[in-house]
């Protein structure tokens, strides 16, 4: 635990040095029109689940339900629970806790996803033979479907729903690898210097949308882009949005014109980010940030996970509403 939290606890001051510099200007790759654009808004922030850091339990992932109840992954703890609507906190799985994580030390959960029949899929890093993706399906206990080399850190976890496939970031070998549903052999899928890290974590947070794959990358603040090409190879890496230096985790991309909800966690943020235009800070400290990891979007409601890593406070389940209003009418001079 205390190799866990020095390591995490760098990630700050990294951040702290790169926020000193200037530059935590984050730029967007495709250029709209802003004087056009609607604008979105995040508002209502209630904390909805509370957790105790002190065993374990720090919120790392999300994955919802249709009925609006969210899987979420304790990394500590490698565990997963359901947070109800109301608040109500179920068990779901226990995940092994036999070793060590690359980069953090001790046993670590974090990417999960669920497939449309409720099976629930969920990383575990544990620096031996427990690491790799697990399954947990109706009722049934954790099952390991496929195995990771004991030098991986696998951190993000997204499902193509239309192939299902699985694809996890590696934040300790800075690749995505690719997995079926139906488990056996991971292979990388994607590679390449946009993925490695150069400190702590590369690779990290990552989703599937319009038939591409996002990743970001926490030690170089950049959100990337792969399309999943003919029989599902990948195409060419693109940068989408560079200078996230506030440490940039698993975020989401939602819409047709790809915006981007992204969690900051050293600097309790999350951001909002349009094509072509700067990124807006939607939600801080003071609305129940608490080290954030995750965002998820459902409808109109913003989920974040909030892992207290580095707070030692409050770690917890929030929810906002996301409200998209139209532009402005300019006004004659």
Partial sequence: MRRRLRTLGALVTLSASLLACGTTTATAATPTSPTSAATWVVSNPRIVARFD???????????????????????????????????RVEPVGQLPRSGACPILGGSYSSGIARGPDGTVYVLNCTGNADSGVWRIRRGGAPEQIARLPVQAFPNGLALDERTGDLYAADSALGVVWKVPTTGGTPRVWASGPELTRDALFGANGITVHRGQVWVSNTD??????????????????????????????????????????????????????????????????????????????RGDTVYVSNSAFFTRVDPNLLVAHLDRRAPATRTAA
């Fill in 53 to 87: 850091v002190n065993t374990g339990q720090s919120p790392e992932g999300i994955a919802l339900e249709p009925t609006g109840s969210a899987l979420i992954s304790l990394a500590n703890a490698s565990a997963v629970v359901r947070v109800r609507r109301d608040g």
């Fill in 220 to 297: 170089r603040g950049t959100i990337m882009r792969i399309p999943i090409g003919a029989g599902g190879a990948a195409g060419p890496i693109r940068t989408m949005v560079s200078g996230l230096t506030g440490g940039v985790d698993n975020f989401t991309v939602f819409g047709p014109d790809d915006t981007i909800l992204a969690p900051l966690i050293a600097t309790n943020e999350i951001v909002l980010i349009r094509p072509g235009q700067q990124p807006r800070v939607v939600l801080t400290a003071a609305d129940g940030l608490s080290n954030p990891t995750h965002v998820q979007l």
